[in-house]
């Protein structure tokens, strides 16, 4: 195994949500010129917790404790800048020679880096209340910058669908973008009040008749008739649960899961050729035990391990149901596996984020005696499957695939990456994966590149990954597809369902462009992409794919991904939950790059298509994505050639 050394707990803080590293400030400080020796501390509390730096300096230097946040910038995202800096002839020790902090001087009223200014008119108050609700900060003034207090492009996207339901307005993703404050935004909010083409609102409808698929379900529904049982569609999840385990309890919650959300009593059929959701009024769930107890404690994990992933291989049957699984692995009194399994077209990555935190709650509940209080839904997947087939049709759908058709206009067929074996006729989806990371202080330096110019860490990523596929495939043109949450509306936050829908991103390379430049040219297609993001991917495979070919995938052939939001552990009296990987060694691609933000950088896989790839190949490639990252960070204006 591979030991993290993760740094002394005490010197870990949070503020404004994020965890940072003191130490990888002092070290940033260190490098700035003239400086000797630094520390920094957090002073606060809850929302007013700020950091402060003290910098010694270098024989014969002189310090502008401007120019050194300056330069911190540089190399760091604004989180991680500390508010104010001060210099001293020495940093005070302790009797063992060590720098005592709490001897360190007061800085005094520091103001924050942007004073608080408190909304002036009804519009700016509930602006600034959507604002600290999407970011979990206690309090949003009108010149705090949304991406400067942690904002990414999916809280971005969910901040506009509560200012949507808020207002009743259709505002574009880019208004945020180009005003990230309150104060920005409010006077395009007030635009936007007159624009004329608005989607509906999203309201519960009757269960009378047939109920229709949404795009993405019917798209999976003529797949798996190809392909029946195909399982690069299933999506597994594995809890490790720690404590005293209330099986009975468990088994409750998940009965109250299955009765609340109707996605996990549905199956799908095509009585009358057109395929149509089924919706079982209630479904008794079981839960079934494996007691791994008995096998020798050297093979149990490696025995769990099989477990999971034969079950997260296992097909589903889609006109029969149910299309969620779940089973209990015993490892230990006080140590289980909690795997569960659903079919994509019931389910996307979010759906499993409100599946464990509901399945905590309730369980909570049921072990303690107590009712659930979980909100009521305002709608269902089915509600939202009718609204977008009444909405997405005519004019509203005609302007949606305009852009996405001038997207493809002269794109090349295919990404024509070099593959160590030949490609087979039909995709087998068979897969694996080799590890990426990021160190922490070259991801900072990146996430304060893309932060200097307006871009997200995403954007910059992607075209980083762009770069990377041009120069293995010889090609300047490429395409990547990238999952977008697709819950453009407030009331589908909390629902099961298959809501991703996917967008496909093209970068066009000059060799003399510096990456700044491309980086520039991914913002605003990103953007654009983002406000033509209700078009569903199978629409567009309808209206630019002729002929589908099997031995690849429709319309791109690599995938790039971004978990801003990794799922934290949970803990119930008595009992915590806690996410384990699970490998499908499955690959819908050829090639999907997968990152995740954590304390230690950026973490993730590539996961290949090993009907093409050689895993060396693989891990060479991820290499080379390593020194590419090193050369953006330390020189983004030099030419991609």
């Given at each position: 195994g591979t030991l993290d050394f993760l740094g002394r707990i005490d010197f870990q803080v949070k503020v404004r949500g994020?965890?940072?590293?003191l130490g990888e400030i002092e070290a940033g400080l260190r490098a700035s010129n003239g400086v000797n020796e630094a520390v920094v501390i957090a002073r606060g509390a809850d929302a007013d917790k700020r950091l402060f730096g003290y910098v010694t300096a270098r024989e014969g230097h002189t310090l502008d404790t401007d120019a050194l946040r300056a330069q911190l910038k540089q190399r760091l995202p604004e989180y991680m800048v500390p508010s104010a800096l001060l210099v001293l002839e020495a940093l005070p020790l302790n009797a063992n020679g060590k720098v005592d902090r709490k001897a360190l001087p007061e800085l005094g009223d520091v103001p924050r880096a942007s004073a608080f200014v408190a909304p002036r008119t009804p519009t700016e108050e509930k602006l600034a209340t959507l604002f600290a609700e999407v970011l979990r900060v206690e309090r949003v003034g009108i010149h705090d910058d949304f991406f400067a207090l942690g904002g990414h492009s999916l809280l971005a996207t969910q901040?506009?669908?509560?200012?949507?339901?808020?207002?009743?307005?259709?505002?574009?993703?880019?208004?945020?973008?180009s005003a990230p404050t309150v104060e920005g935004l409010a006077p395009a909010l007030e635009a936007a009040r007159s624009a004329a083409h608005r989607a509906p609102p999203l309201l519960p409808s009757t269960r009378d008749g047939v109920l229709p698929l949404s795009f993405a379900q019917q798209r999976l529904w003529l797949v798996d008739q190809l392909q029946p049982g195909d399982i690069s569609y299933n999506i597994p999840a594995a809890l490790r649960l720690t404590g005293r385990l209330d099986?009975?309890?468990?088994?409750?919650?998940?009965?109250?899961?299955?009765?609340?959300?109707?996605?996990?009593?549905?199956?799908?059929?095509?009585?009358?050729?057109?395929?149509?959701?089924?919706?079982?009024?209630?479904?008794?769930?079981?839960?079934p035990v494996i007691d791994l107890t008995s096998v020798p404690e050297s093979r149990r994990d490696a025995e769990a391990e099989r477990v999971a992933t034969a079950e997260a291989r296992k097909p589903f049957h889609l006109v029969t149901g149910p299309l969620m699984r779940s089973s209990l692995v015993r490892l230990a009194e006080d140590s289980h596996l909690l795997l569960v399994t659903m079919h994509h077209v019931v389910s996307d990555g979010w759906s499993m984020g409100v599946l464990v935190r509901e399945v905590a709650a309730l369980y909570e509940a049921f072990s303690t005696g107590q009712t659930p209080s979980l909100p009521p839904l305002p709608v269902q997947y089915v509600d939202f499957a009718k609204w977008q087939r009444d909405w997405l049709q005519g004019?509203?759908?005609?302007?949606?695939?305009?852009?996405?058709?001038?997207?493809?206009?002269?794109?090349?067929a295919a990404l024509e990456l070099p593959t160590d074996h030949p490609r087979p006729p039909v995709q087998s989806h068979r897969g694996a994966t080799v590890d990426v990371r990021v160190p922490a202080q070259l991801s900072n330096s990146l996430k304060a590149l893309a932060q200097r110019e307006g871009a997200t860490p995403f954007m910059l990523l992607l075209a980083a990954f762009q770069v990377l596929l041009s120069r293995y495939s010889g090609q300047d043109d490429v395409r990547v597809g990238s999952p977008i949450a697709g819950r453009t509306q407030a009331e589908t936050e909390g629902l099961i369902g298959f809501f991703v829908n996917t967008l496909v991103l093209r970068a066009r390379m000059q060799?003399?462009?510096?990456?700044?430049?491309?980086?520039a040219q991914v913002r605003g297609t990103t953007l654009a992409a983002y406000e033509h993001q209700h078009l569903p991917f199978e629409k567009l495979v309808e209206a630019v794919q002729s002929s589908r070919d099997l031995s690849r995938g429709a319309l791109f052939q690599a995938m790039f991904s971004l978990q801003n939001t990794p799922m934290e552990a949970l803990r119930v009296p008595g009992l915590s939950f806690q996410a384990v990987t699970v490998d499908t060694r499955s690959s819908k691609f050829d090639l999907t790059l997968t990152l995740m933000e954590s304390p230690q950088g950026f973490v993730g896989t590539f996961t290949y298509a090993t009907d093409l790839f050689e895993a060396s190949t693989v891990q060479r490639m991820a290499g080379h994505l390593g020194v590419l990252l090193e050369a953006i960070a330390s020189q983004p204006d030099a030419a991609l050639s």
């Open positions: 994020f965890r940072i590293e901040l506009i669908s509560r200012v949507r339901a808020a207002f009743s307005v259709e505002l574009p993703l880019r208004a945020l973008f099986v009975g309890a468990l088994r409750r919650a998940f009965q109250a899961l299955v009765a609340r959300h109707e996605t996990l009593r549905t199956s799908l059929s095509a009585p009358h050729e057109e395929p149509s959701q089924c919706i079982q009024e209630q479904l008794d769930w079981d839960l004019e509203a759908l005609e302007s949606q695939l305009a852009y996405w058709k001038q997207q493809f206009s002269g794109a090349p060799p003399r462009d510096s990456f700044r430049q491309l980086l």
